[in-house]
């Protein structure tokens, strides 16, 4: 039998692991479940099937993928770990074997130079393959019915290095761009974009340097550009070699995004620059008259993560804000603006996904008025009209959290906006959860629906809807 996790806030509460996998046929339904809703909510997040074998951080837990699946106003629910390499080991002795991050000092010997691989950050269904991403590996596939462990996935040995668990789906081509980072190896400058195209073939790969090595978890697609944003989260293994923090906050680097054309090559990198902030999470961008237009969640430092010389990070910095952000291509300056919208501490934004890269009205947000934030815990969900500048919110129950939301429209031709967000509900009184089920437009108003679990859902990262067959 395993030995007890240690008191860490991370394994504390929904945060804690759920040591087992299981099926549900048929949840219990309150209100009524929409019929046009028949696809799966597919979510994806840490789950550390042992206990760790030094200081644990949220982004090294080994991934475990839920599904919900609805159809005929009926709800099914699985989940299953992804049994990497990594995991399949670790089972196999009955310990964890890995180090966080895979540190070689805090590893057993026997997997040194080993693939760290937890793929716990996304799931996304792409060109016939069910994938789980995580940032610093290539994709791992699953079954996309029984979400049984498959593989990595470097499609057909034309993907080199790792691929970012944040890929955009084109509104108008279906395909997906991704990038990669550290391409090379920890502390390597090395990027590479990608291009898969609707049926899954990796078509095209760009590898350009960036100016320095930084952890870059997500990135900005318009109509005509891609854009790179390098924040001053470093990973440096010299650093660590000399007892260091790996990933570290340098507050004296600049900002710098890269701006290249969408057919452009590493000659085209156009880089403008900011000051030191950090932005996990982009909502949406689009591109207009010569202007690039994001709008981003902004951290004053890295959320989390030390300073380059040891120090703590300070947890009033590790709250995320609305912003606008605007790079004048024309323009005579190198530099970005940025505008404050919202003052509320959120996370985790998505949009109506059709209109990806293109001018969107809508966001939709994991919030919370309260400094737990700062723990990456949301009561709260958000929808921001950027026309009107206004914030409607539904609010959870005291104690109650709450995941990313994922808008599903109404239909393939609906105007923006008009569907549903779906999110899954930890509620803290009885261990539990639900799948939320609210009409986009209303989400004052509460659920239209929920589906109640007896077991729990982890509080996790990102997940996608993938609509029926």
Not at 80 to 104: Q, S
Not at 291 to 320: C, K, N, S, T, W
Not at 423 to 438: G, H, K, T
Request: proline letters at 8%; aromatic letters at 10%.
């Amino acid at each position: 039998m395993t030995h007890a996790y240690p008191d860490n806030r991370f394994l504390r509460g929904n945060f804690a692991p759920l040591r087992l996998e299981c099926d549900a046929p048929d949840l219990v339904i309150e209100g009524e479940l929409p019929r046009e809703l028949d696809g799966t909510l597919l979510r994806n997040g840490p789950n550390p099937y042992y206990p760790p074998r030094d200081d644990y951080h949220m982004f090294s837990g080994d991934g475990m993928v839920h599904a919900f699946r609805l159809h005929d106003g009926r709800v099914s629910y699985r989940n299953r770990w992804v049994r990497t390499d990594k995991l399949n080991r670790e089972v196999a002795a009955g310990r964890a074997l890995f180090g966080t991050f895979g540190n070689p000092a805090t590893s057993e010997p026997e997997v040194r130079g080993v693939r760290y691989n937890v793929a716990n950050t996304n799931v996304l269904f792409h060109g016939g393959r069910l994938l789980a991403l995580e940032e610093f590996n290539p994709p791992f596939e699953l079954d996309a019915n029984t979400l049984a462990s498959r593989g990595p996935c470097d499609f057909e040995g034309r993907l080199r290095g790792p691929m970012t668990a944040h890929p955009k789906v084109d509104a108008q081509t279906g395909a997906l761009h991704a990038f990669g980072y550290c391409v090379d190896g920890w502390g390597s400058p090395r990027m590479a974009y990608h291009h898969i195209d609707a049926a899954g073939v990796l078509t095209r790969t760009v590898e350009f340097d960036a100016p320095y090595c930084a952890m870059v978890h997500d990135f900005i697609v318009t109509e005509r550009y891609l854009v790179f944003p390098i924040f001053p989260l470093t990973i440096e293994p010299q650093r660590a070699r000399r007892g260091g923090p790996l990933l570290a906050w340098e507050q004296d680097r600049p900002s710098l995004l890269g701006v290249m054309p969408r057919e452009g090559s590493a000659a085209d990198l156009r880089w403008f620059a900011g000051e030191a902030c950090c932005v996990f999470h982009p909502l949406n961008a689009y591109d207009a008259d010569g202007v690039i237009v994001a709008d981003m969640l902004r951290y004053d430092a890295g959320p989390g993560f030390p300073h380059a010389d040891g120090r703590p990070p300070d947890p009033r910095q590790a709250e995320a804000r609305l912003e606008r952000w605007r790079l004048d291509l024309g323009g005579a300056t190198d530099t970005f603006t940025t505008t404050r919208l919202d003052e509320q501490a959120s996370e985790f934004p998505r949009l109506d996904e059709r209109y990806a890269g293109l001018a969107h009205r809508y966001g939709y947000f994991s919030t919370t008025p309260g400094a737990q934030g700062r723990a990456a815990v949301f009561d709260e969900i958000a929808r921001y009209d950027f026309v009107r500048d206004t914030r409607e919110i539904y609010r959870l129950p005291a104690g109650d959290s709450v995941s990313e939301p994922v808008f599903v429209p109404r239909a393939a031709d609906a105007p923006e906006g008009e569907g549903w967000l779906l999110a899954v509900a930890y509620r803290a009184r009885e261990a539990r959860s639900d799948l939320l089920v609210l009409d986009a437009a209303q989400i004052a108003a509460g659920p239209v629906a929920l589906a109640r679990l007896e077991t729990r859902v982890p509080s996790g990262f990102h997940g996608n809807w993938m609509p029926a067959a």
